[in-house]
């Protein structure tokens, strides 16, 4: 029989991606999202990608406990990922408490409802925020994680924290949290995506939103930091890729491969980029020219930062297939498609 995989947030970028390379690669998915950061513009697009009209939705808030009882009531989940969560930097720096409350409860929440159901395997959607300026590049798992700037990084941070005590204290649970790089893209069928509510803080969104004529210029924040070109280091992943890894490390927690109980994994592509080399990739592979100009750095920004992904490559045997010029090119489908055009 199909193993379950209930998807929390999984109406939204990252999560509807996932749910459709889990649901191709044979799994049973339960969608519970509160819709608080996206419409159904996603969940519709799962459906016709998969051709699955039967996706079980709940609506819920995981910040509610009774709502995620019920749904480990009705359902039988053999493996929970836990997308729900705030994500915008800026914004959890003006409201920490929102932050710390949404984060850190409806993670405790599917926890306490997995442990009170018998147990569970439960992936967390961790970040290289953890990592901080690290001192060396590229990050392995086993690179100290720095104390965050942002309440919204604290959050990752702790919920790591939470998963590996829980596992530890409850057997029935297993754990792993994967740190994700800078997820970019769309699906090829350019029926999910990204969708930014407001201005997008993240690159991609705002250079496909300049390159359709919705904001007027795009700012590169800074281009004189210690790289060749000035311009910051990233590891874009493809959200394709990404969604992949998820399943791989489903597999090897439901069908009990895994070495720990608690298991840490870097989600990336090992390969540096840099802001002004993603900009340029975007108009070659497009064919287009986009308004931009050089602007002050942003506070906060980390100069460089990569994976080592040796560990998710043996361990998962997974590892990034996309360019960065085919990602690049699916966000400006994603976009065009968006725009109706
Ligand atoms: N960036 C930029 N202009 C923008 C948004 C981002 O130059 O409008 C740069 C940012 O300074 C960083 C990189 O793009 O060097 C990636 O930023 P993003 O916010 O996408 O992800 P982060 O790495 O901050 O999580």
New binding site residues.
Partial sequence: MAKTVLVSGGAGYIGSHVTVELIAAGYDVVVADNMSNCDLTCFNGVKKITGRDDIPFYEIDCCDYASVTRLFDEQKIDAVIHFAAFKA?GESVAEPLMYYRNNLVSFLNILEAAKVHGGCNVLFSS???VYGEAEQLPVTEQTPRLPATSPYGNTKTMCEDILRDTVRAVESIKGIALRY??P?GAHPSALIGELPRGV?????P??TQTAIGKREC?????NDYPTEDG????DYIDIVDLAKAHVAAVSRMVDGKMKENYEIFNVGTGRPVS?QE?VDAFEKVNDLKLNYRI?P??P???VA?WADTTLANEELGWKAERTVEETLASAWAWERHLAGK
Avoid: E, K, M, Y
């Fill in positions: 930097v970040s290289a925020t790089f800078n970019i997008p803080n993240n690159l991609v705002f250079i795009l700012s590169i924040f800074g311009t910051c280091l990233r802001v993603l602007a750095r942003r906060g920004d980390v930062i």
